[in-house]
Nanobody, 130 residues
Framework: VQLQASGGGLVQAGGSLRLSCVAS????????MGWFRQAPGKEREFVGA????????????SVKGRFTISRDNPGDNPENTIYLQMNSLKPEDTAVYYC????????????????????WGQGTLVTVSS
């Protein structure tokens, strides 16, 4: 069981990136999923999360209005993929970004704590230059 995050890179301040996270098993489809980030010397922190359907989401105040999480409709895509669209990037957004899944299914709930999640991807580095 794996989560594979990708899409990181180097971008100038004000630019955009879209991160993707693919789950290796269809069993992730009903799981709540989230994005977290960890900057050098800092603890891993919450960025945003969605419930199993993707219809409900929550974001940290630092990214509200700039970042958007979405997930593929399971009927459209056999892979369970979520995305993190990041716009108006700032140097302080520089970090390794991790996707995470919480199983087993928990209905419409959203989870914001690192300790809530039991499956983690390997991380993808986002660097925003000033």
């Amino acid at each position: 069981v794996q989560l594979q995050a990708s899409g990181g890179g180097l971008v100038q301040a004000g630019g955009s990136l879209r991160l993707s996270c693919v789950a290796s098993r269809r069993t992730f489809m009903p799981y709540a999923m989230g994005w977290f980030r960890q900057a050098p010397g800092k603890e891993r922190e919450f960025v945003g999360a969605v419930n199993w359907s993707g219809l409900n989401s929550e974001y940290d105040d630092s990214v509200k209005g700039r970042f958007t999480i979405s997930r593929d409709n399971p009927g459209d895509n056999p892979e369970n993929t979520i995305y993190l669209q990041m716009n108006s990037l700032k140097p302080e957004d520089t970090a390794v970004y991790y996707c995470a899944a919480k199983g087993p299914p928990t209905g419409g709930l959203i989870f914001t704590k690192v300790s809530d999640y039991n499956y983690w991807g390997q991380g993808t580095l986002v660097t925003v230059s000033s």
